[in-house]
């Protein structure tokens, strides 16, 4: 029995190895721990009162007195590659506030905390933690000078899981109050130079206004970049899809033919991983143009991955292209030729947004084309490119003297 597989269940924190139920918790010092059972819901019961010993042993009367660190909690929430500890991997167990967040999210998530908070802050004791810890961190994020600069914007990206992670240990008793809520950020004013992270998100409204790309600078973007990727930008700017959305598409999500053409989206592809759009809105079909349903007929053509289920835009071995890369080595150059090295790709998402309402189309139809959760939100993020004044005035005359000729 000891040599047995530990499998898991859909119960989490539950597993079977053998014939036998095996429930796994954290401690309060912050150690995983595991016992063993003979059935299911002893093995759920016995779980739930270790996980309640934690928890009350994290507050008596003298106060917070629990070890469990921010890092041992920090994998228990977005779990890990690999456990230090039992060399097994992790799948964390955050769900966000709706109790329900992709997979992608939470891996972007564990990999601002490995990468940022966790050397910085990842040893203090989860109960520990002031504001003014927090306030710290982010000076010395917002410190650092040369090819290590940080914008306003990027710094509050980062603090999201860390907020995340203490919000949900102030509901699950772990903390008394979360101390990131007042953690003082940065304003978001370099908020047009900031970095567009794997997932394309949609932009923030409360980070500021979205900035878009003129048309003069797309045309030196599309004549200077590298021709094997000029149709992914044009794509992007005439149809405003997400990079994450552009990536994943694959031949048979692309309409050529008809009166009608058009593009499926249908999933998103992050870090390698495919699953679907940002939300249920972003499943859309987004109209193409006569140019460039020509281009993609060409690149078709000229393709070696050119039936349905191959990627429109692969690497060169016909898996997914990594963002990061196509940004650094395609997009990165192209930019700084056209005046706009603060752009990234969702700089086309808004030229395409711009685009739309200078041509007259009423703000239901930008946010269903760009696969907005409502208008609102779309009304938000791009009220600065609508006609701020007031308008003519109104008048009845024309209606009122109609009526007496008619009459």
């Known amino acids: 029995m000891a040599g047995a597989k530990l499998e898991r269940t859909r119960w989490a924190g539950i597993y079977r190895r053998g014939t036998r139920w095996v429930y796994e918790w954290t401690d309060a010092h912050g150690k995983r721990r595991r016992g063993t059972t003979d059935s299911r819901e002893q093995a759920s019961?016995?779980?739930?009162?270790?996980?309640?010993?934690?928890?009350?042993?994290?507050?008596?009367?003298?106060?917070p007195r629990s070890r469990l660190t921010l890092a041992a909690y920090a994998l228990d929430l977005f779990g890990a590659d690999l456990d230090r500890e039992n060399g097994a991997?992790?799948?964390?167990?955050?769900?966000?506030?709706?109790?329900?967040?992709?997979?992608?999210?939470?891996?972007?998530?564990?990999?601002?905390?490995?990468?940022?908070?966790?050397?910085?802050?990842?040893?203090?004791p989860l109960a520990k933690m002031t504001t003014l810890d927090l306030q710290r961190a982010l000076d010395q994020l917002a410190a650092r000078d040369g090819s290590d600069y940080l914008t306003d914007a990027s710094i509050r990206r980062m603090f999201v899981p860390l907020a995340a992670l203490l919000a949900t240990a102030a509901r699950?008793?772990?903390?008394?109050?979360?101390?990131?809520?007042?953690?003082?950020?940065?304003?978001?004013?370099?908020?047009?130079?900031?970095?567009d992270d794997e997932h394309g998100d949609d932009d923030d409204p409360e980070l500021g206004q979205a900035r878009a790309l003129t048309r003069e600078q797309v045309n030196v973007i599309l004549a200077v970049?590298?021709?094997?990727?000029?149709?992914?930008?044009?794509?992007?700017?005439?149809?405003?899809?997400?990079v994450s959305e552009a990536l994943a598409l694959r031949w048979r999500d692309v309409?050529?033919?008809?009166?009608?053409?058009?593009?499926?989206?249908?999933?998103?592809?992050?870090?390698?991983?495919?699953?679907?759009?940002?939300s249920r809105h972003g499943r859309r079909d987004v109209p193409l143009g006569f140019e460039l349903v020509r281009a993609l007929r060409a690149r078709r053509l000229a393709s070696e991955?050119?039936?349905?289920?191959?990627?429109?835009?692969?690497?060169?071995?016909?898996?997914?292209?990594?963002?990061r890369n196509l940004r650094r080595r395609t997009l990165a150059p192209a930019?700084?030729?056209?005046?706009a090295a603060w752009a990234g790709f969702h700089a086309f998402r808004h030229f395409c947004a711009s685009a739309l309402i200078a041509e007259g189309r009423n703000i239901v139809q930008v946010s269903r084309w760009l696969g907005h959760g409502s208008p609102a939100f779309t009304l938000n993020v791009y009220a600065h490119l609508l006609d701020d004044g007031v308008g003519d005035a109104l008048s009845l005359i024309g209606e009122r003297a109609s009526n007496f000729i008619a009459a």
């Not at 739930?48 to 934690?54: F, T």
């Not at 167990?93 to 490995?114: F, K, L, N, P, W």
């Not at 021709?227 to 997400?242: I, N, Y």
């Open 172 to 195: 699950e008793g772990l903390i008394a109050h979360n101390p990131a809520r007042d953690v003082d950020l940065p304003s978001g004013r370099d908020e047009l130079r900031r970095f």
């Open 305 to 323: 991955w050119a039936s349905d289920d191959d990627l429109v835009f692969p690497a060169q071995n016909g898996h997914s292209m990594s963002s």
């Open 45 to 63: 019961a016995l779980k739930a009162k270790e996980e309640d010993r934690a928890q009350r042993g994290e507050f008596g009367e003298a106060g």
């Open 335 to 339: 930019v700084e030729e056209a005046g």
């Open 225 to 242: 970049v590298d021709p094997r990727w000029r149709t992914f930008f044009e794509l992007l700017a005439t149809t405003g899809l997400r």
């Open 255 to 278: 309409q050529l033919d008809g009166d009608r053409a058009s593009v499926k989206v249908r999933r998103a592809c992050v870090n390698g991983s495919y699953g679907p759009p940002k």
């Open 89 to 124: 991997p992790v799948r964390g167990r955050y769900a966000g506030r709706r109790g329900a967040i992709r997979e992608a999210t939470r891996v972007d998530y564990r990999g601002h905390m490995e990468r940022t908070w966790l050397p910085m802050i990842g040893a203090r």
